[in-house]
């Protein structure tokens, strides 16, 4: 569905992530609207909207990666562009939102960056800001008009009913903080679920020491959950734990992979059989270890639902408000 009554529907992207875009274009049945992106010599970013978006509902889609500082004033000039050209409604669609981790403060005299991106993007004009998979729910709040949480399960779960025997199987938490996206899992695949401890060093940067483990193991295929893998020390922290207490074959599975260095090295030298990420952001697809899972559907379903003036909600079962 591109057109309702006399409004259309345009989606356009900046330069962090075009594949990601066109994928979700080729779902719509739509191309992508052409946008001129520049860089001037002193780095500064040119922006032109090169058709008319006049009285169109518009989807500026960016995912905040690579540089993320760059794609997200990017992000921010392509809705200027488009509010300013007298688009009928604009949607920043961000599959992966910068900063989103930033969302309280956890010590004195910091700022709470998830709320400065929100309000820039909404100062921008945004009218609407969909994401996948937020760090925290929280953020949500941060932004006054609609903001449509969509979840990466439904496509991970089919991943893992289609590639993994799931008959002997055991959701993991990598930490405490992650219990409740376990759950679900757990839930979704009527299996039991364990619990991992872990204590992240106070003088080593990015460096986790997997502790205790709550949960028997031992003879199981274990897929440990999360909702992104930065730099993997988390996550190849609890593989280990986990080898260590007998486990069978061992799965890493988020929706983001940042894949900061030296994470990649990291999970080649893990215990892990495979891990899966989705395609919120760009990852090598010449990594042994590593899978990807597409979004780009689910996506495409939410903005055809949003347009169509229909639920959200609807595509994950209601799952995506908890």
């Known amino acids: 569905m591109t057109k309702v009554g006399d409004r259309q529907l345009k989606l356009m992207t900046g330069r962090t992530y075009p594949g990601l875009a066109d994928e979700i274009a080729e779902c ?25 978006v006049r009285g169109t509902d518009v989807f500026v889609m960016q995912t905040h990666s690579g540089a993320i500082n760059d794609a997200i004033v990017e992000q921010a000039l392509m ?6 050209s007298s688009a009928h409604s604009i949607t920043a669609v961000c599959p992966f939102l910068g900063y989103a ?11 709470i960056a998830a709320r400065l991106i929100i309000d820039l993007l909404a100062s921008a ?64 695949l009527d299996c039991d679920m364990a619990i ?18 709550i949960g028997e193991v031992k003879g199981k295929n274990c897929i440990v959950v999360d909702d992104m893998i930065d730099t993997a020390g988390t996550l190849c922290a609890a593989a280990d734990l986990l080898a260590e207490h007998g486990a069978k074959d061992i799965y890493g599975l988020a929706t983001h992979g940042v894949l900061s260095d030296p994470a990649v090295t990291r999970i080649e030298k893990s215990a892990f059989k495979k891990v899966i990420v989705t395609n919120t952001l760009p990852v090598p697809d010449d990594q042994a270890k590593i899978e990807i899972v597409t979004i780009a559907p689910l996506i495409a379903d ?9 639920s959200v909600s609807a595509l994950f079962d209601g799952k995506n408000q908890r």
């Open 101 to 111: 981790r930033q969302d309280r403060k956890a010590n004195g005299r910091e700022p």
């Open 79 to 84: 809705i200027d562009a488009a509010k300013r």
């Open 125 to 188: 004009g945004a009218d609407r800001i969909m994401s996948v998979d937020l760090h925290s729910g929280q953020t949500q709040g941060f932004f006054e008009g609609p903001f449509d949480h969509l979840i990466a399960m439904p496509a991970l779960i089919t991943y893992v009913k289609e590639s993994i025997d799931i008959s002997n199987l055991i959701i993991v938490s990598p930490d405490a903080g992650g219990v409740k996206t376990a759950e679900r899992y757990a839930s979704a």
């Open 302 to 310: 939410a903005i055809r639902a949003i347009f169509a003036g229909s």
């Open 196 to 213: 991992i401890h872990k204590h992240r060093s106070a003088t080593v940067k990015n460096s986790v020491e997997a502790k205790y483990l």
């Open 28 to 52: 719509l049945g739509i191309p992508l609207a052409k946008v001129s992106l520049e860089n001037f010599a002193n780095g500064e970013i040119g922006c032109r909207l090169d058709e008319s």
